[in-house]
């Protein structure tokens, strides 16, 4: 009775929108690259010019060269690709499976929720890098495994996410009104719940996006990437941070190409959870 | 009328105090031009539904608005100091010094992570006691808001007391200084009736001692008019009419405080004796800036005038304003609002199944438990409903009657004992309903949002349960049953009020043509003008259907306007059951003594029914489960043997230890208790 | 909550096992022939032969596993094939300079964030929040290695305020040690501050706007009274949980840390065992690290228990 409504202030304030805007160009800027880089690098990311190794930044190479002479803006643009070669598969295997997951161990409640959350508690608990390493380690490398590994390790967190929604909605009267007339669970499943968990099955998504970026530039960074050569910014920071020193550049333009897109990706992500959560 | 040094009026004087909000559509005015006095010890009531500026209003006077709230004009003093203009270091004196606040939910005004003596201690502090003085005092401020044991309350977390016993300790600390000013802003919403009794005799023992001006803001006409000297009535923000409670009670100037005096059933009051007046519409939303008479799309008596004008608040009589076109036109309530009555309602005897003219038997439940954990909720219970009879359930929050009801329509933790539909066992998981059976037996839930799907259209809603309990009519057809305008199909629930999402629910529920309909509560999260609609939606229904009822209610008068029969739950058991009339009149359980005294006596009057706290936790051992609080507790029967089933005049059964003759019961019969000779009868025990 | 408390310690045990299990299973995963991996193409099939009668490869996988946890669990863990070490002196020692590091980062990662989430809340909605959550989602969403990075080219390279390597000379005070530290410890804290921040912020703005603060404003205090006596309790409470999941976050941000600044630690060990298929080494410190994991989950959520009174006292299921 008397729930107060006072008129909350609106949900899309300025801040919203300038972040938004934000995230929005730098996730599209490096989606552009990883597709079009051929047609942006100066050079060649793989050739190699022994004359002109550790050139600093200037006229001729906007960003410098590495150690065998290529050019770092060149390789820092090709680097787009294998990390959204990685990102974006990776999510969306984790998030449709994570969602099934959740949505049946939410829906059913008893004996199978119990079964599901103590598997996933157990993987949970196991560090997601530590399986990374065991696994990209002793399988080999590939996007395959990579991708796998990646979506492996939060298909726990989006189905734990969307099972405590599922078990809000459950309670509610709604779903019990369906059960009292003997809808089958798939039809409360799909044609009740789901629809109001959408909000946070988007929101995991975009998180995971933002997450699945970060694991990928990491497992390169660790040697656990994609196959050796390629111009992957995390494997370009591992492989040029012995001339840090001296070459400091190299280690920098990869680093802050990660930066940037994961920044973006958290802008994006951040803006539009404040906006479902608010809605 | 005293004043103060300056010329002004003693006490709360508030002058055209208008208050907007920011929004994304600009601004809303959530209170307009309100002006009021209250003297010192005076009780001054303040009536409205959702979204009628009264909780603005409560935030305006302790200049406390959410920071995209601000009042545009108008003054608020209070002894003559104008607290609008108060710097920010005197404003917070004044609020230590002068202001005392009780909002509704004590227990939200409570600091969950610290016990309550230090937090009252350091309101002390703050009114500069020493450390030492403070410890000392806490137990004085606990006593006196007549806590039993002040040291160990003392030493509590707020959640661990019960809802009555936290709002005493907010009282408590609103009273640690001498305040000028009492705002009660829904002090006893939520709490159970006896409960709610307990703290409203204790704000009347203490306004006195207080000598404050008392603004007391309620949804319930009823209880301001019990409590209160003088009734503001708040609509779409403005006040519509003042005066003092008697005369506004009695009679009403505006339509709106008339209609709905006459929306509300009153204690012993049938559906088959009279309508209830539903108010069509709902109220404006917070912040709807309308032209003209706020109430003027709603009123019987609008015309264009009212719609183009707002009218002014004019005298009506003595101390008596009301701001309406047409008040003379108005004189008493039933004349204006009661016209719909079907004269052959009032005594059709095919309509009222008399005790006389026992139905068969639909459902029976026999020797029922449910458990939560270690908890027994549901404690051996045996019920009946016949075909075409309504059998009311009440009960205090916590008595199990929300997990009996969802027992018999399948929902809920499993036990023992056995429900039976027209003799055949009826399965306890739903799961083992066969489709026929779960089309007989259907739900109305008590919150209207969470009933319907938020992604589905009421088309959708209906359709599905049309599908699903094999329905042979159309959802069109379906929802102009429930009087739902056919344009609002194909809306989502948000776009609905909680009135009509629960007319879709109750349309959903008759979709496959039920037998049983159980309903858990599902008027008590309604506005009050909106409640009689949905109230005299349940009954034609089931006058047009025959279909059973199992109602359950919080509210004693609510279950005693629909049911036929009622039955009185306590802490899992049946303690009263029977014919409704005689089971509100008496001779009954000492509880539903209680429950009838909470909801009628007038306070400042103390009654034999002066029950002890409600003490947390279930007991478990043998005696009467409402021994700890029964006034007429016989010391060394009832805490230690259970009491045996009487019956009394064949079919209405009190689970006592007195005698029937020695059961309370009610002189007169009952009816709302304001008008002057009305009701204020005590228990005669000798009858 | 003495219940919840035998119910976890009780829970504990299992979930060790599926981690071994888990452990194990991955290293069964290995694909060819372990023995090949371990000596080499030139190796003779039968000394290939005898190294796998040696490793115990010829027996069944169930009896294998049994006896590898129970060398686990007795604290026999075998020699490392890489190193010709002792695994259990090996992966202790380095366990040993991993916490250092992960403690210096824990003790600089409490107060800031708590520090800063409660400033945000308190002044939420006004610009000093708006710079704190964005740069706090930022610099959260950087993976570790970035920030070190960035950290080492200021701090050693141009400024050359601290050393590049965080390895102190051998036998060096503990001072120099924590010196060589600060910069990885750095990139950690930088990683989760924000995370913890954040949860603090969204604890105290709860705190902030609740009833009971509305309740003492208007009881005349002041708001600083209020932050003091109500919202600073309140908000650091749920924070704890938060603290819980950044510190396995940390623990996990050590193997690129490490190797990022050529820190001896557990996550380089981890990592250089799995590259270099040293099988027991590898399997001791994925199962060391998983213990500790386990332990950060139960003290995080413990704590949280025992200082929420709500929970404590038994007012909300646990």
């Known amino acids: ?279 | 009328m005293t004043t103060t040094p300056d010329g002004s009026a003693a006490g709360l004087t508030v002058e055209g105090l208008t208050v907007a909000y920011r929004t994304a559509r600009g601004e809303a005015a959530a209170v307009t031009g309100m002006s009021f006095h209250v003297a010192p010890g005076e009780t001054y009531g303040l009536v409205g539904e959702s979204g009628c500026g009264k909780t603005t209003l409560s935030r305006a006077l302790g200049r406390h608005l959410p920071p995209n709230g601000a009042v545009t004009s108008g003054r608020v003093r209070l002894d003559g100091v104008d607290v609008l203009d108060l710097a920010p270091a005197d404003l917070r004196k004044w609020r230590a010094t002068s202001l005392a606040v009780v909002h509704q939910d004590a227990g939200s005004s409570l600091d969950p992570t610290m016990r309550v003596g230090p937090q009252l201690a350091e309101i002390l502090r703050l009114r500069g006691l020493s450390r030492a003085g403070a410890r000392e005092e806490v137990p004085r401020m606990l006593a006196r808001v007549r806590l039993p044991d002040p040291a160990s309350i003392a030493r509590r977390y707020p959640h661990q007391l019960s809802g009555g016993q936290q709002q005493r300790v907010v009282i408590a600390a609103a009273l640690t200084a001498r305040p000028r000013l009492l705002v009660l802003d829904e002090p006893t919403t939520g709490l159970d009736a006896t409960v709610e009794r307990e703290i409203l005799d204790l704000i009347w023992m203490l306004r006195a001692e207080i000598g404050a001006a008392v603004v007391l803001i309620s949804h319930d006409l009823g209880l301001v008019g019990r409590l209160c000297d003088r009734v503001g009535v708040l609509y779409g923000g403005h006040l519509v009419e003042e005066g003092n409670a008697r005369d506004v009670l009695a009679a009403p100037r505006h339509p709106y405080t008339s209609a709905l005096l006459a929306a509300v059933p009153r204690l012993g009051e049938s559906r088959h004796a009279r309508r209830l007046a539903a108010i069509s519409g709902h109220p404006p939303a917070a912040g709807e800036n309308v032209a003209g008479c706020p109430f003027a799309p709603r009123c019987a008596l609008a015309d264009g005038l009212c719609a183009r004008t707002l009218p002014r608040l004019e005298a009506a009589g003595t101390r008596h304003e009301v701001r309406c076109h047409h008040s003379d036109r108005l004189y008493h309530p039933s004349s204006a609002v009661d016209v719909q009555t079907p004269a052959r309602l009032r005594d059709d005897p095919g309509l009222s199944p008399t005790a006389a003219d026992p139905a068969p038997e639909l459902l029976q439940i026999r020797g029922l438990t449910r458990k939560y954990g270690r908890t027994t909720v549901v404690d051996d219970v045996s019920l009946s409903i016949g075909h075409g009879q309504v059998l009311g359930l009440v009960g205090e929050s916590g008595s199990g009657k929300t997990t009996l009801a969802r027992a018999v329509a399948g929902l809920g933790p499993r036990g023992t004992g056995t429900i039976s539909l027209d003799g055949h066992a009826l399965p306890a998981s739903l799961r083992r309903r066969d489709a026929r059976t779960r089309r007989r037996v259907q739900m109305v839930f008590q919150s209207p949002d969470a009933s319907l799907n938020p992604s589905h259209t009421v088309r959708t809603i209906l359709a599905r349960a049309l599908h699903t309990l094999r329905g042979s009519v159309s959802p069109q057809e379906l929802a102009a049953r429930a009087d739902l305008d056919g344009h609002l199909l194909d809306s989502r629930p948000d776009r609905l009020s909680g009135g009509q999402k629960q007319r879709v629910a109750i349309a959903r529920a008759f979709a496959g043509e039920p037998d049983l309909v159980v309903c858990d509560e599902p008027v008590s999260a309604l506005d009050v003008s909106v409640q009689a609609g949905v109230l005299q939606l349940l009954s034609d229904q089931q006058r047009a259907t025959g279909t059973s009822y199992l109602f359950i209610s919080h509210d004693l008068a609510v279950v005693g306007y629909l049911a036929d029969r009622v039955a009185v739950m306590y802490r899992g058991q049946i303690v009263d059951e029977g014919p409704a009339g005689r089971v509100l009149q008496g001779p009954h359980h000492p509880y539903t003594a209680s429950l009838v005294a909470a909801s009628l006596a007038r306070l400042g009057e103390p009654t034999e029914q002066d029950t002890g706290m409600v003490q947390p936790g279930r007991p478990t051992g043998p005696g009467c489960r409402f021994a700890p609080r029964c006034p007429r507790r016989i010391d060394g029967l009832c805490d230690s043997e259970n009491p045996p089933v009487r019956t009394e005049g064949g079919d209405h059964t009190v689970r006592c230890h007195l005698g029937i003759g020695d059961l309370p019961r009610r002189a007169v019969p009952v009816t709302i208790g304001v008008a002057p000779g009305a009701t204020e009868e005590k228990e005669d025990p000798s009858a | ?318």
């Not at chain 1, 010019?49 to 060269?65: K, Q, S």
């Not at chain 3, 060790?16 to 290293?27: D, K, Q, R």
């Open chain 1, 1 to 279: 009775m008397n729930a107060v409504t006072l008129p909350v202030r609106h949900a899309t304030r300025p801040r919203f929108r300038v972040a938004l805007g934000v995230g929005v160009v730098i996730v599209v800027f490096w989606a552009v690259v990883a597709v079009l880089w051929p047609h942006l690098a100066p050079y060649d990311p793989e050739l190699q010019d022994p004359l002109h190794r550790f050139v600093p930044p200037g006229a001729g190479h906007l960003l410098g060269t590495d150690q065998f002479g290529r050019d770092t803006l060149s390789r820092m643009l090709a680097g787009a690709r294998p990390v959204l070669q990685v990102a974006p598969p990776a999510t969306a295997l984790a998030v449709i499976a994570g969602t099934l997951v959740g949505l049946i161990a939410g829906t059913h409640g008893g004996l199978v929720d119990e079964i599901v959350m103590r598997v996933l508690d157990a993987v949970v608990v196991f560090p997601a890098i530590i399986a990374a390493v065991l696994l990209v380690a002793l399988s080999g490398r590939s996007v395959t495994i990579l991708v796998l590994v990646i979506a492996g390790s939060f298909v726990p967190i989006v189905a734990r996410s969307v099972r405590a929604a599922t078990l809000v909605e459950r309670e509610k009267a709604y779903v019990e009104a369906a059960r009292l007339r003997g809808e089958p669970s798939w039809s409360l499943m799909l044609r009740e719940i789901l629809p109001n968990v959408v909000t946070t099955v988007l929101v995991e998504a975009t998180s995971r996006f933002g997450d699945a970026i970060f694991a990928a530039a990491t497992l390169s960074f660790l040697g656990l990437g994609q196959p050796p050569g390629s111009p992957d910014w995390g494997a370009s920071v591992s492989d040029n941070r012995l001339w840090l020193q001296l070459a400091p550049w190299t280690v920098l333009a990869p680093a802050l190409a990660i930066a940037s897109l994961v920044v973006g990706m958290a802008l994006v992500a951040d803006s539009l959870r404040g906006r479902w959560e608010a809605s």
């Open chain 3, 1 to 318: 909550m003495r219940r919840f408390l035998l119910r976890r310690l009780a829970a504990t045990p299992l979930t060790l096992l599926a981690v071994s299990v888990l452990v194990f299973t991955a290293t069964e995963l290995i694909p060819g022939d372990v023995a090949r991996t371990i000596l080499g193409r030139e190796a003779s099939d039968a000394t290939v032969a005898r190294l796998r009668i040696q490793l115990g490869l010829d027996r069944p996988v169930a009896t294998r596993y049994a006896d590898w946890l129970e060398g686990f669990v007795t604290g026999r863990w075998g020699d490392s094939t890489l190193l010709r070490v002792p695994v259990r002196d090996l992966v202790l020692t380095r366990l040993g300079d991993s916490l250092l590091l992960g403690a210096l980062a824990f003790v600089l990662l409490v107060p800031v964030a708590l520090t800063l989430g409660l400033v945000a809340g308190v002044n939420h909605d006004h610009p000093v929040d708006r710079i704190l959550s964005v740069s706090g989602l930022t610099l959260g969403a950087i993976p570790e290695f970035v920030t070190g990075v960035i950290l080492l080219v200021v701090f050693a390279v141009k400024l050359r305020w601290f050393p590049a390597s965080a390895q102190a000379p051998e036998g060096a005070a503990l001072a120099t040690r924590l010196g060589h530290l600060l910069l990885p410890a750095l990139s950690l804290v930088l990683l989760c501050t924000g995370y913890v921040a954040r949860h603090v912020r969204a604890s105290t703005v709860a705190a902030v706007e609740s009833p009971y603060a509305r309740a003492t404003e208007l009881r005349g205090f002041t708001r600083g009274q209020m932050v003091r006596r109500h919202v600073l309790r309140n908000s650091t409470i749920p924070a704890t949980s938060a603290l819980g999941v950044q510190l396995q976050f940390l623990l996990g941000g050590l193997v690129a840390v490490e190797l990022l600044f050529n820190y001896p630690g557990i996550g380089a060990l981890l990592l250089q065992s799995a590259t270099e298929k040293d099988l027991p080494t590898l399997q001791a410190s994925a199962m060391v690290l998983g213990v500790l994991y386990m332990l950060i989950v139960l003290a995080a959520d413990v704590a949280y228990r025992l200082l929420d009174p709500r929970i404590r006292l038994g007012a909300v299921a646990s």
